[in-house]
T-cell receptor
Framework: AQKITQTQPGMFVQEKEAVTLDCTYD???????LFWYKQPSSGEMIFLIY??????QNATEGRYSLNFQKARKSANLVISASQLGDSAMYFC???????????FGQGTILTVHP | NAGVTQTPKFQVLKTGQSMTLQCAQD?????MYWYRQDPGMGLRLIYY???????DKGEVPNGYNVSRLNKREFSLRLESAAPSQTSVYFC????????????FGPGTRLLVL
């Protein structure tokens, strides 16, 4: 069974600074994907970025980048130049080979201060 | 461009009542999923449908049934609601097993008294 661990229940960052949200996973699958979703206080789940286990380069999407270290089984999200609108809960679900089912961790609440 | 839609947005039930949560997607996706999210926690998979005509259990299927009505629609039924089923329910869809990203609906908040 897969397991996702997000060790930071809450993180605080100053506006315009960069922040790293940690995510580690445990799996015996050889092929899998790691995702990051943002859940603002309004409740919707917003897809941010995806990293496949065989992707050689770290994924980037605008201000979001994924620091993927396969040997350490970590897939940390880096948000550059934080904005007030980045304040939200962040999840890094694991997607294995079994019909795309996602396994979620507890999430990290990010608060951006002005 | 609606994406994934869910109805209702909010529902209050009494213990023992039944209801069906509706989900529809207009992206021609093959796979659809139902998750629940309890306060302060991540989402847990209830049921999924890898393709039209198939359904299978996820991590927490007890107390629920599903129907993949057609390619667009995937409903979740609570036959006899219990307070433990108070949660936010999310429907999601994705293209195929080889296209990874799941797109989520806005969620249904369910309160069982």
């Amino acid at each position: 069974a897969q397991k996702i661990t997000q060790t930071q229940p809450g993180m605080f960052v100053q506006e315009k600074e960069a922040v790293t949200l940690d995510c580690t996973y445990d799996t015996s699958d050889q092929s899998y994907g790691l995702f990051w979703y943002k859940q603002p206080s309004s409740g919707e789940m917003i897809f941010l970025i995806y990293q496949g286990s065989y992707d050689e380069q770290n994924a980037t999407e605008g201000r979001y980048s994924l620091n993927f270290q396969k040997a350490r089984k970590s897939a940390n999200l880096v948000i550059s130049a934080s904005q007030l609108g980045d304040s939200a809960m962040y999840f890094c679900p694991f997607g294995g080979t079994s019909y795309g089912k996602l396994t979620f961790g507890q999430g990290t609440i990010l608060t951006v201060h002005p | 461009n609606a994406g994934v839609t869910q109805t209702p947005k909010f529902q209050v039930l009494k213990t023992g009542q039944s209801m069906t949560l509706q989900c529809a997607q207009d992206m021609n996706h093959n796979s659809m999923y139902w998750y629940r999210q309890d306060p302060g926690m991540g989402l847990r998979l209830i049921y999924y449908s890898a393709s039209e005509g198939t359904t299978d259990k996820g991590e927490v299927p007890n107390g629920y049934n599903v129907s993949r009505l057609n390619k667009r629609e995937f409903s979740l039924r609570l036959e006899s609601a219990a307070p433990s089923q108070t949660s936010v329910y999310f429907c999601a869809s994705r293209v195929t097993v080889t296209q990874e990203t799941q797109y989520f609906g806005p969620g249904t908040r369910l309160l069982v008294l």
